[in-house]
């Protein structure tokens, strides 16, 4: 606390709009450098700190959680997913954890659409044989894709982001199907198929795109066996978390041609991705990017900052307080 301001902590360099307003209403301890901190360096940057606001990546577990100042209150998540923060944990300690839901629901499902599309139509191979100026001009049979109008598409998590995903392809006429933990209003189904099993739902995939948080059960959810259910052909799309995917089974089934491609945004254990998808010509890959637009970030960051606001300079619930 400093000139009655509460302190908080930003873990990462976030968009200077955001950084103006938190720093006009907080006592603000920025990280400029944008250094990634480790859980001992996080706790020692916490020092004196009210609160805390994170991203994605920061490792909020429960033994940098229990080592925290006892004079954090709150964590704040510049991100939707919190997978990252042991929310019992902080329960635990009193801590409140807060997220930024409904903000990145489009730019996400843009990225989704992208990796749908880039998977299909080979944008990779595409892009590679003209910068690297293999390109000899048009031939009939030339990078030859997946056509993607009237194929259907089965969403994992018909949550915020699948139903814009959903919106999105019925652009492009495909037939939803989705599975979910409950089945949608038909107001927000639109006439998608639900499959109460999720595994009841891959044989009917051309395209299986990855909507669901990253959760124990959701871990490696893509294995072998379920690839091995998808048609032959099948496109999978991930822009939710890399762990929702087995790396090694996912590989395997590019190499062998089970599956034709992969539009992927978000890897496991990333920045480090699996090394096999470096020599995959059938992977699309993108560096996690399903909510970079400036608009986005900057809405995140606000949602995070008012949510800090309500907590820490008004006393009340913050409205996007995450639930154990
Ligand atoms: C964010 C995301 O950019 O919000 C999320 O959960 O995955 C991303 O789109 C990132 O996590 C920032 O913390």
Redesign the pocket.
């Known amino acids: 606390m400093a000139n009655g301001k509460p302190r908080v902590l930003a873990t990462r360099l976030f968009p200077p709009d955001v950084e103006a307003r938190l720093s006009a209403n907080f006592d603000a301890v920025l990280n400029p450098q944008d250094r990634i901190y480790d859980g001992p360096a996080l706790v020692k940057a916490a020092a004196g700190c009210d609160a805390i606001m994170c991203?994605?990546?920061d490792g909020l577990n429960g033994e940098t959680i229990a080592a925290l100042p006892a004079s954090i209150r709150m964590i704040a998540?510049?991100?939707?997913?919190y997978e990252h923060i042991d929310v019992a944990a902080a329960a635990k300690r009193g801590i409140a954890v807060a997220n930024?839901p409904d903000v990145?629901t489009d730019a996400?499902a843009d990225i989704a659409m992208l990796c749908l599309l880039g998977a299909a139509r080979r944008a990779h191979e595409g892009a590679t044989m003209l910068r690297t100026h293999h390109w000899i001009g048009w031939s009939p049979t030339q990078l030859m894709g997946t056509h993607v109008t009237g194929k259907r598409l089965g969403i994992l998590g018909m949550g915020r982001i699948g139903q814009a995903m959903a919106d999105r392809a019925r652009a492009f006429r495909m037939q939803i199907h989705y599975s979910n933990r409950s089945k949608l209003a038909p107001d927000l189904e639109k006439g998608a198929i639900f499959h109460a099993d999720p595994d009841d739902m891959l044989p009917h995939c051309d395209f299986l795109s990855i909507n669901a948080p990253m959760t124990p059960q959701t871990r490696k959810w893509v294995n072998a066996e379920r690839i091995a259910r998808l048609p032959k052909g099948a496109i999978v799309v991930n822009t939710a978390?890399g762990g929702v995917v087995d790396d090694d089974a996912l590989i395997a089934a590019l190499k062998s041609g089970h599956l034709a491609s992969a539009g992927l945004d978000?890897f496991d254990g990333e920045p480090k991705l699996h090394q096999g998808y470096y020599d995959l010509t059938n992977a699309f890959l993108l560096p996690?990017m399903?909510?970079?637009t400036v608009e986005t970030?900057n809405a995140?960051g606000f949602k995070a900052l008012d949510n800090l606001e309500a907590f820490l300079l008004r006393k009340q619930a913050p409205p996007d307080l995450v639930k154990v």
Do not use: E, K, Q
Request: charged share 10%; aromatic share 6%; proline share 0%.
């Open positions: 991203a994605a990546g998540t510049f991100s939707v997913g930024t990145l996400t978390r978000v996690h399903g909510s970079a970030r995140m």
